[in-house]
């Protein structure tokens, strides 16, 4: 059973940062190829879902990292050498950037910024940013 728990939410001031990190366990044995894709992805009160960076990775080397323009140079998306925790750090935060964030993980060779593609998602953690 595939598993992912975030961590690291919580309330700051504008400018100010956030790590999120997303565990995650029981995909390897869903794995049908040397890639997978892993994301964040927020939601706020009325919007839509929508992507926030994605790490498209193969075997145990090459990670491709893409963001959304509205955190390219903000936020940091990484995995750690393990595999098993996926972050996103969150640099000048903004009142805009208030949402549920949430961690997910999809198999095979594609990596986009589109919920509907993921397979597997976490529970969710809040970020609040005020003004």
């Known amino acids: 059973q595939v598993q992912l728990v975030e961590f690291g939410g919580g309330s700051v001031q504008a400018g100010g940062s956030l790590r999120l990190s997303c565990a995650a366990s029981?995909?390897?044995?869903?794995?049908?190829?040397?890639?997978?894709?892993m994301g964040w992805f927020r939601q706020a009160p009325g919007k839509e879902r929508e992507g926030v960076a994605t790490l498209y990775i193969i075997g145990a080397g090459a990670r491709t990292p893409r963001y959304a323009d509205s955190v390219k140079g903000r936020f940091t998306i990484s995995l750690d050498n393990g595999q098993s925790t996926l972050y996103l750090q969150m640099n000048n935060l903004t009142p805009e950037d208030t949402a549920m964030y949430y961690c997910?993980?999809?198999?095979?060779?594609?990596?986009?910024?589109?919920?509907?593609?993921?397979?597997?998602w976490g529970q969710g953690t809040q970020v609040t940013v005020s003004s």
């Open positions: 997910a993980l999809k198999m095979g060779g594609s990596c986009p910024l589109v919920p509907k593609d993921f397979g597997y």
């Open positions: 029981g995909y390897r044995s869903r794995m049908y190829s040397n890639s997978y894709c």
